[in-house]
């Protein structure tokens, strides 16, 4: 049987949200086997859980933001998709994280240091079968004409793939890979994908301060560019970090589904609405998907009994 996964200990990180500027302390717990991912706003009297889940979904513009059932006025946990990126890379299932103000912290603005934490922690196996969203059907969204149309598409496959293209009319970003291709059976997750970092323009940037949003945001946890160049003293990381950030950041949008999707994912140009939009619409058609399960692991998608306990 492909088996579920939790932590083996609990682990703590400190750190700022990107948006709120808010200094936040995160303990990750060990979950019993069907719990999901859930967040547990301790701050709240009582605490407040809110499961992660498709339609827990409140906010998408800049970050994707959960409430309970989805509600924009309820208690809110924000930017949870690279945590939960960090979590679909290992192959993780169960967790509680418990979390005392509304933002995931940034810390360097990757999935990098949430890998490293689990890691630390330990990973087991639990005795329930791994579940899987399988897609039966394309499913496709899209959203503006021209040179503002953007899509994103879920169609069937054996295995869970990643392909994103971007296209920035900057120089700095045009200059690097605006197109990869990821396998998430591949195993390279936390080489390949885990370390891209956020990214900002200069002339957003500014906006969004005045709308005081990205208060915690610095070249310590973004790569900022202005009209010409990479302005971060130790340039990138990648040679294509920018459309590799998208993908760590769509692998993080599409686990709130609470389970790994067996499909092929596309996108041209999408960032977390359309990504919350497209899980919304592949729901919204029941002969569109099914949970999956794996009595037997060598029917299972490749790589996946594999994940994590081989690093
Ligand atoms: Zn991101």
Known sequence: MLKQRTLKSITRAVGVGIHSGQKVELALRPAPPDTGIVFR??????????????????????????????????????????????????????????????????????????????????????????????????????????????????????????????????PAVAATGSRFVFDMGSGKYKKEIARARTFGMTADIDLMRSRGLTLGGSMDNAIVVDDYKVLNADGLRYDDEFVKHKILDAIGDMQVAGMPLMAAYTSFKGGHALNNKLLRALLADESAYEIVRFEDERQAPKGFAELAPAW
Request: charge should be negative.
């Open 41 to 170: 706003r301790v701050d709240l009297c009582p605490p407040v859980d809110i499961p992660v889940g498709v339609m827990s979904v409140s906010d998408t513009r800049m970050a994707t933001t959960i409430s309970p059932d989805g509600d924009p006025g309820g208690p809110k946990v924000q930017t949870i998709e690279h945590l939960l990126s960090a979590c679909a890379g290992l192959g993780l299932d169960n967790l509680v994280i418990d979390i005392n103000a509304d933002e995931v912290p940034v810390l360097d603005g990757s999935a990098a240091a949430f890998v490293f934490l689990l890691q630390s922690a330990g990973i087991v196996l639990q005795d329930a079968p791994k579940r899987f969203l399988k897609v039966n059907k394309p499913v496709e969204v899209r959203q503006g004409e021209g040179k503002k149309l953007m899509w994103a598409r879920l169609e069937p496959h054996h295995g869970y793939t990643l392909s994103f293209e971007i296209e920035f009319d900057n």
